[in-house]
């Protein structure tokens, strides 16, 4: 068995020199920011708010709604396959879930203002149950990595790196948000925060974690603002921060569901005309690759280490709230929606339907198999604090045939749809 070393973040060029300046002084927040070639420099384009930022570096420049918004039933009606009507399924799929996230965003910006205001346990408890629903509505978006949610890496035509800001996992940084409660550097626009200390990390920590003490250098520019800060202080810069980042957030969820609707970016009709990819089947490969999550993502990064199967590093994906399990059942559901079909119990079209109109109806029969196993194991999985590494290695070992399956033979050379494997996935031979 081959063992994979951790993905390494990307480092682009171009942050603004009060960032770097921040991210120097505190030598342990070291993630990079993901977007290709974007200054994070106030003066070149961000949001008029603190709180809400700039397009790509904070969030859409429009006034998000209070309230929900009807986004209708997940798209899911029947119809003749067709290369055109996989992608607009898809698109139309990761739309849907784009509206759930932000109304999911909406409640836990409210949660979390109403505990600021008025603090107490019960407010902090409704805080942290949205913050788990915003939480389990993202672990869906999560699988939809391509177009603007992507990172360059992921999507190098369209990818934007709007997925980061909102869950920065693997490359969260704790430092980073005790900067911006030691600092208060947050007041100058979150575009200036690098996405390690933002998002719904930053919402878990400043909600579930109860310690006072902080990761950063005690010789540090955080370091030394944090340990002059009061308990009653620090709890108020606490709570300042997670209204500041709770905005952000839905003006994220905002932006990521103007991408997809017909009066803003509309990019499911770039998608069926694949503008900018080139082809229709290079813009199939890319929506395709984000059916590698299994894979790479739960596999190899959430249960690679826990079940001594690989040698690396393990970074929980939820430290302090605790829904890792929960996430990888949403993630798998989340999976059975772009491959089978966006409707309940996988109604409508998905890549199975491909296969099968490409005359490989067994293949996609035995990927569907294997889809119900890993979600039988998942649905059947402790949470990840409680569970043995034993139970963590038969978890890996029900999750591997879906993943070998769309390593060997839903992508790469052997592929029936001639599906490329995404970068750097073909010398993984584990």
Known sequence: MTERSPRQPFVFAGLAGAVLAAVTVVVACSTDDPRAGKNTNTSSGGGASAS?????????????????????????AAAPFSKQALLSAAGACAAWHACTFQNAATALRTSVREHATAPDEAKLTAARAAWATAMNEWSKMELFQFGPAASRARDQYHGRGLRSFVHPWPDHNRCQIETQVATKGWQEGMETVLPGGRGLFALEYLLFYPGADTVCLPASTTGQAWSALGAAELATAKRDYAVAVADNVVALALELRNVWLPEGEDFTKKLVAFEGYGSEQETLNVVAWALFYPEDEIKDQKLGSPSGMQARTHVPETPFGATEVENIRTNLRAFRSLYQGCGADGAGIGFDDWLVAAGQEQLSNEILTALAQAETAADAFPAFAQATEAQFRS????????????????FGSASPLNLKLPAGAASDTD
Request: include cysteine; hydrophobic fraction near 30%; glycine fraction near 18%.
């Open 52 to 76: 809400s930022g700039g397009s790509s570096s904070g969030g859409i420049d429009a006034t998000a709604p209070e309230g929900p918004i009807d986004c209708g039933a997940a798209p899911g």
């Open 395 to 410: 978890f890996y070992e029900a999750v591997k045939p879906l993943s070998d399956l769309l390593k060997t033979r839903f």
